[in-house]
């Protein structure tokens, strides 16, 4: 089976602190992904990384950067959260970029204080 | 939108029944497929289904695809207390680029 690890499941950061974000898939996917998902807003793609050094901007990239120095790793970095990230972070991974199904972590709910 | 709409928002039925909901979609696809995610959870494949197909069945979940009408459902039969989740469709477009909808809610009352 495949499997998604998030680093954590619950993290309470304050304003202006680093966050990092953590994802490991053990299936030697080429593409990963990060999104947010909110109430009533469903799931937001934040980026996605195609390669290793790879990263692509999705449709909500702003406050956001990602690291992807190894094929199994993906890190999405808050530089200086604010309390408007407060939201519940997946991380998805898939064999082709949108042909093949995403296989996702259990997630990662983020409160900025 | 490019996503679409998801109705139901919210649907709540008795064990036993059937569910049925439904995804649209503005511009062409290649795929669709449906997730379900559990309260606090990950998202979890369910099936997909090509632009050239029409239904699919996997287990008590059938899926339609209209591609005229732009337009697919989900329907899980004799629905149990453990199918309460939401329920997401995501798109493929041409360019291939992956969109979620905003999600059905689904309460089975044992």
């Known amino acids: 089976d495949v499997k998604v690890t998030q680093s954590s499941r619950y993290l309470v950061k304050r304003t202006g602190e680093k966050v990092f974000l953590e994802c490991v898939q053990d299936m030697d996917h080429e593409n990963m992904f990060w999104y947010r998902q909110d109430p009533g807003l469903g799931l937001r793609l934040i980026y996605f990384?195609?390669?290793?050094?790879?990263?692509e901007k999705g449709d909500i990239p702003e406050g956001y950067s990602v690291s992807r120095e190894k094929k199994e790793r993906f890190s999405l970095i808050l530089e200086s959260a604010s309390t408007n990230q407060t939201s519940m972070y997946l991380c998805?991974?898939?064999?082709?970029?949108?042909?093949?199904?995403?296989?996702f972590g259990p997630g990662t709910r983020l409160t900025v204080l | 939108s490019q996503q679409g709409e998801e109705d139901p928002q919210a649907l709540s039925i008795q064990e036993g029944e059937n569910a049925t909901m439904n995804c649209s979609y503005k511009?062409?696809?290649?795929?669709l497929q449906w997730y379900r995610q559990n309260s606090g959870r990950g998202l979890v494949h369910l099936i997909l289904?090509?632009?050239?197909?029409r239904e699919k069945h996997s287990g008590r979940l059938r899926v339609t695809l209209d591609t005229s009408k732009k337009s697919s459902s989900l329907l899980i039969t004799a629905s149990r207390a453990a199918d309460t989740a939401s329920y997401f469709c995501a798109k493929t477009n041409t360019g291939n680029q992956f969109y979620f909808g905003t999600g059905t809610s689904l309460t089975v009352i044992p």
């Open positions: 990384s195609y390669d290793v050094k790879m990263k």
């Open positions: 998805a991974s898939s064999s082709s970029p949108a042909l093949n199904t995403q296989y």
């Open positions: 289904i090509r632009s050239n197909e």
């Open positions: 511009t062409s696809i290649n795929n």
